[in-house]
């Protein structure tokens, strides 16, 4: 049963890939995650998003990023480098979500801070049931800082 007095969660993706962003979106709505999705396309953007404190468009502080490695502009590496260095962002986990299985990838993400890393299944319903089991342990099992 959902809880209707429940907090949704929120939730930055940081993909380029229009199609991918898609797939999140609908694997979040069929597994009925209750969570606010703010989408950036890179790097760059998503951290002009992270630091927008005031106004209108300002996003509440996620409580997940789930971040591409390989996008313009700034890839995800250099995203995580600058994003855990900063003493206001470096608390928000972050969790690699890329179509790489390389093993430097992987190491190096976790080097700079990686809270988790998953190779994106191809196959739909495996890449469904990944955000599943990714909602299942963010937001039912782990405890996450409330910061604000």
Known sequence: MIDMTAQPFEILLVE????????????LREGRVLCNL???????????????RDGADA????????LDLNMPRMNGREFLAEMKA???LTSIPVVVLTTSDVERDIVASYRLGAAGYITK???MDQ????????EAYWFALVRLPRER
């Open 16 to 27: 380029d890939e229009p199609a991918d962003v898609h797939l999140v979106r609908l694997a």
């Open 38 to 52: 703010r989408h950036a396309a890179d790097g760059i953007e998503a951290l002009e998003l992270l630091r927008q």
């Open 59 to 66: 996003m509440p502080r996620p409580d997940l990023i789930l």
């Open 86 to 88: 900063d003493p206001a």
């Open 121 to 123: 299944p191809v196959d």
């Open 127 to 134: 890449f469904c049931d990944a955000i599943r089991q990714l």
